[in-house]
């Protein structure tokens, strides 16, 4: 069975702190790492895709992957109230056909 | 550019009928998948589709679900004799570039 592991929170930041969300995996064939964010009711949002070991940044988010640990993990700098929300780690399987996604991490942040 | 959009948003159905629910993906997009999201469950795939097939249909729970896609755009998720544990939101997503899924709104689908 493959899985997609993440703490549940829920993770409370204060307003400009830096929120850091971590994700690990148990295929090691997985070569694409997506990070979602869910707002209560609403429908997933993609946020950050990273393939590679190493980090990527897209303005306030950094994604970090070390496939070597089986290790995915989600920095949003500066956080706002706005960023509170659910954050789902998902995983391609080997085929490419699917993504294998976390339960999720409630992040909370408050002004 | 339109995203995917997903019909109905909310289906009340009796347990025992069937139930269709749309997806319509971003044009141009081969890929298109069925997710289900049950309370307090992750999100589970169904099926995968690129173009009209689908190589992939390992998540359909069981025979009573079956999926179509025609003319490479619009898939249609079929859901007979429908059962209260099918009580989900169904999400549908598009795949784009570099294995990409972008979700529609979901079909949230109550079976009393």
């Known amino acids: 069975q493959k899985e997609v592991e993440q703490n549940s929170g829920p993770l409370s930041v204060p307003e400009g702190a830096i929120a850091s969300l971590n994700c690990t995996y148990s295929?090691?064939?997985?070569?694409?790492f997506f990070w979602y964010r869910q707002y209560s009711g609403k429908s997933p949002e993609l946020i950050m895709f990273?393939?590679?070991?190493g980090d990527k940044e897209d303005g306030r988010f950094t994604a970090q992957l070390n496939k070597a640990s089986q290790y995915v993990s989600l920095l949003i700098r500066d956080s706002q109230p706005s960023d509170s929300a659910t954050y789902l780690c998902?995983?391609?399987?080997?085929?490419?056909?699917?993504?294998?996604f976390g339960k999720g991490t409630t992040l909370s942040v408050s002004s | 550019g339109a995203g995917v959009s997903q019909s109905p948003s909310n289906k009340v159905t009796e347990k025992g009928k069937d139930v269709e629910l749309r997806c319509d993906p971003i044009?141009?997009?081969?890929?298109l998948y069925w997710y289900r999201q049950s309370l307090g469950q992750g999100l589970e795939f169904l099926i995968y589709?690129?173009?009209?097939?689908?190589?992939?249909k390992s998540g359909l729970p069981s025979d009573r679900f079956s999926a179509e896609r025609t003319g490479g755009s619009v898939s249609t998720l079929t859901i007979q004799r429908t059962q209260q544990e099918d009580s989900a939101v169904y999400l549908c997503?598009?795949?784009?570039?570099?294995?990409?899924?972008?979700f529609g709104p979901g079909t949230r689908l109550l079976v009393l």
């Open positions: 990273i393939y590679s070991n």
């Open positions: 044009s141009g997009h081969t890929a």
């Open positions: 998902a995983v391609s399987n080997q085929a490419g056909t699917a993504l294998i």
């Open positions: 295929d090691r064939g997985s070569q694409s």
């Open positions: 997503a598009s795949g784009g570039r570099e294995e990409t899924q972008y």
């Open positions: 589709f690129q173009g009209n097939s689908a190589p992939d």
